[in-house]
Antibody, heavy 122, light 109 residues
Framework: QVTLKESGPALVKPTQTLTLTCSFS??????????VSWIRQPPGKALEWLAR???????FYNTSLKTRLTISKDTSKNQVVLTMTNMDPVDTATYYC??????????????WGQGTLVTVSS | QSVLTQPPSASGTPGQRVTISCSGSSSNIGSNTVSWYQQLPGTAPKIIIY???HRPSGVPDRFSGSKSGTSASLAISGLQSEDEADYYCAAWDDSLNRVFGGGTKLTVL
């Protein structure tokens, strides 16, 4: 059974850096074809894909947020870490860690973690 | 701003067939596959269609997906009250590295 769980601070101050950790089980990021994405959802708003890391350490970022994001993996711990710099109240959202399956032109997200709500406020 | 365009809302009565559209461009739907996600209130999204028209195990066959050119659609037949949820389409965009539509809120009347 594949599971993913996000962890990190529930509250961050404006201008601070957010660090989120995704701990997963049931698959390995050493396995060819495995990928993990981070996706967020502001309250009452749509989903927004943020970043993805692949088994071969290729990394992809939402172009509008690229300068603020860094994604990395620790395969020995089965963890993926996302950092987002210069946090702003508009970054308040539920952040999801999601296994990403398929090939580059045929990707889908399954399963999803439960999500973690991050509030940006002073 | 979402890279894929969905109607903000849709509705139907129990037993009806409802379709939700998802419009894109050559850099996303036109060159990559589409997946669909159902989000019940207060829960994480769940995949219901992948690779344009494939249903994961456990998803009722009332749900079906299709794609033509730069558009895709999700059809729900035999609408049930438990289908009331937000639905999102997704397709990789090669130029923007964006993925999701703006979502459609489905109401079962």
């Amino acid at each position: 059974q594949v599971t993913l769980k996000e962890s990190g601070p529930a509250l961050v101050k404006p201008t601070q850096t957010l660090t989120l950790t995704c701990s997963f089980s049931g698959f390995s990021l050493n396995t060819i074809g495995m990928r993990v994405s981070w996706i967020r959802q502001p309250p009452g708003k749509a989903l927004e894909w943020l970043a993805r890391i692949d088994w071969n350490d290729d990394k992809f970022y939402n172009t509008s947020l690229k300068t603020r994001l860094t994604i990395s993996k620790d395969t020995s711990k089965n963890q993926v870490v996302l950092t987002m710099t210069n946090m702003d109240p508009v970054d308040t959202a539920t952040y999801y860690c999601v296994r990403t399956q398929g090939t580059h032109s045929d990707l889908w997200f399954d399963p999803w973690g439960q999500g973690t709500l991050v509030t940006v406020s002073s | 701003q979402s890279v894929l365009t969905q109607p903000p809302s849709a509705s139907g009565t129990p037993g009806q067939r409802v379709t939700i559209s998802c419009s894109g461009s050559s850099s996303n739907i036109g060159s990559n596959t589409v997946s669909w996600y159902q989000q019940l209130p207060g829960t994480a999204p769940k995949i219901i269609i992948y690779s344009n028209n494939h249903r994961p195990s456990g998803v009722p066959d009332r749900f079906s997906g299709s794609k033509s050119g730069t558009s895709a659609s999700l059809a729900i037949s035999g609408l049930q009250s438990e289908d009331e949820a937000d639905y999102y389409c997704a397709a990789w965009d090669d130029s923007l590295n964006r993925v999701f539509g703006g979502g459609t809120k489905l109401t079962v009347l």
